[in-house]
């Protein structure tokens, strides 16, 4: 009797233990789910230094916050950007944090009504169209982030002007003709000539972003122009540094200054020469962080973006100049050790909403 | 068995009598046919540099020559590759690839500020290998798999891209050995050693195309492969040999394109295709195979350069450059090509 009476507690709680502890099982996975977005980040490739950079900084991010985290990369065809990430919003039934750089302009739609449908957090960055706002829809389009080409463009051009003593003529190198970014930062260059009538723009020439490109166009425009070039202005240190090399070749390297944007590693190291007068940076580990950063705080509730000022939802960032007067701190803090970034300062480096 | 008797008529002779010889060959002809034809290219160099001078003195500056010599080193490197590919009728479209891999062996071997490699001179040699290996492997697919060029080296540019994407970890590394770098830098002569490098890539391709074996059957296959293959030439093994070839080449200007750039990223070999295709094209080597030759690209290379130099001289904005190149392949393939043998145009 005992025994059985015993038996039949026994499996009874054996039973009620079970069924508790598959739902012990069970519940945390659930909340766990609940608890925890995957952090996606959307880019065009990894074989350029600078979104090789943005995965590292996005990466970082998730480590810091403790969470899982998948790149997709687009290979620069928009379709696939697009398929991709609607694939990571059904496998992760909408419980993601997405921060993309829309490989084109109109991409930036679909990305963010897909996102918003499933109800997963968006922020992108760089490409979107003028009539598409995060406000329109909450809470799921969190934030836009840009960093104002003009002003790229025209402080590199005002330190390069300082540089060569206020007077003399320059060449220019822009960057694909009919990319925003490239338009924007000639406009910057184009204000500061205006500012600086002593300056001469010798020459304007396209070298399509790319180091090779720029190498043979320097050589032909130290033909047609030769010690009339007292400085370089490049759209990106890319070119900059292609230029670089076809100064090197004819034993001119650091005695043309030249600047440019973007602080890949190559402009750092000429900048500490001397070579390169300075580079500014819209800080790819900060962008490929902070977008995760911001969609994650807002998807968490610890903001409301509903009830965040204009210019946190669309904003221009602040770009790190990179010259003479700081490039050893830089060195030491950006490319000797990863950099440290405070992830809870969302809105630091905000500087004013986006111009339309 | 009945035997022909009857002589084959010669090719300039069937030419000669086709009655829909469209209008600009006749005038070809009329001014002295193939002869005339074959010193297009020539002529269309010797006139624009002309134009040029008139327009800008400074073209002909010793200064200005070096650089055009310069900056022909590696696309005619490249382009002696791709030539003989060419020659045979078929394609090689891995030509950006295997420039990136060979860029990416040398930068990570040699002294550079990614790892702590320093291999020196091994590290070119290791390049140029991976070429050779890359164009070998192509070859292969083409003859054992039984895939046609386009397909086959098509899938080759992209397997070198990934690669060296992968190896480089998308970044750009910095090629630290400075005899390498004395490639771009030193001078002999008053030229930098890889304008050297590449006429030695001339020498070298100009003593394989005429006074080889190897370049007469390239030749022949080009023509017509099916006489070649019964007139006993192992169409295999010179398909792959030619293919290795090339990635020969291609591994050199690698070599020093990475010396020249003091770097190597994954995109270095960008739009290089291009403009190798576009300078074999112009020189009057003809894409169907079997006419033409390496002296012809040392041609189209050199008006390539020199009209890229003259638009940037004559201060042409860079709005239209683009083009003026493309008019300018049209009218030199126009005028230099055979096209009245070409029985159909696709």
Known sequence: MNDTKNFAVNRRTLMMGATAGVAALAMPSVLRAQDKPTLVTSIRSLSNPYHAVWKTGAEAYAKWAGLEHVTLVSEGNSEKGIADIKAMLAKTGGNMVLNSDPNDTPDARPIVEACAKAGAYVVTQWNKPGDLHPKDFNPNYVSHIEFDGIDSGKTIAEILFKTIGGKGGIVALGGLISTTAAIERKKGLDAALAANPDIKLLDFQVANWKSTEAFDLMGNLLTRFGDDIKGIWAANDDMGSGALEALRAENLAGKVPIVGVDGIKTAVDAVRTGEFACTVTSDPFWQGGMGLAIGYNAKIGKFDPTKEPPEHREFYGKAVLISHDNVEEYYKTNVDAKPEIDWNDLWGRVTGAIRT | MTIHTEPLKSVSDIERTTPMTPFPGRIATFLGGRRWRSLAPLAVLIVLCVLIAIANPNFIELRNLVRLANSAAVPLTLAMGLTFIILMGSIDLAVEGTLSVAAMVLVLLAANDGNGNDYGWWA????????????????????????????????????????????????????????????????????????????????????????????????????????????????????????????????????????????????????????????????????????????????????????????????????????????????????????VRLKIVK
């Not at chain 2, 296959?221 to 007139?231: C, H, R, T, W």
């Not at chain 2, 169409?235 to 750039?261: K, N, P």
């Not at chain 2, 030759?293 to 940037?312: F, P």
């Not at chain 2, 860079?318 to 009218?331: D, E, H, N």
């Open chain 2, 124 to 339: 070119v040699l290791a390049a140029i290998a991976a070429g050779t290996a890359m164009g070998f492997v192509s070859g292969l697919i083409q003859t054992m798999l039984r895939i046609p060029s386009f397909m086959g080296t098509l899938g080759m540019w992209f397997i070198g891209l990934g690669l060296s994407v992968y190896m480089l970890g998308g970044t750009a590394i910095k090629l630290n050995d400075a005899s390498i770098r004395d490639l771009a830098l030193h001078r002999f002569l008053g030229l930098p050693v890889a304008v050297w490098v590449a006429f030695g890539a001339f020498l070298l391709a100009t003593v394989i195309q005429y006074h080889t074996k190897l370049g007469r059957h390239i030749l022949a296959i080009g023509g017509d492969e099916d006489v070649a293959k019964l007139s006993g030439v192992n169409v295999v093994r010179v398909r792959i040999t030619a293919f290795a070839l090339a990635g020969f080449f291609f591994g050199i200007a690698g070599v020093l394109a990475a010396a020249q750039l003091g770097q190597s990223h994954a995109v270095i070999g960008d739009g290089r295709l291009f403009a190798a295709v576009t300078a074999v094209v112009v020189g009057g080597t003809a894409l169907t195979g079997g006419e033409g030759g390496v002296v012809n690209t040392l041609i189209g290379v050199l008006i390539v350069t020199v009209l890229a130099n003259g638009m940037i001289l004559l201060g042409i904005s860079p709005y239209i450059q683009q083009t003026v190149q493309g008019l300018m392949i049209i009218a030199a393939v126009a005028l230099s090509l055979d096209r």
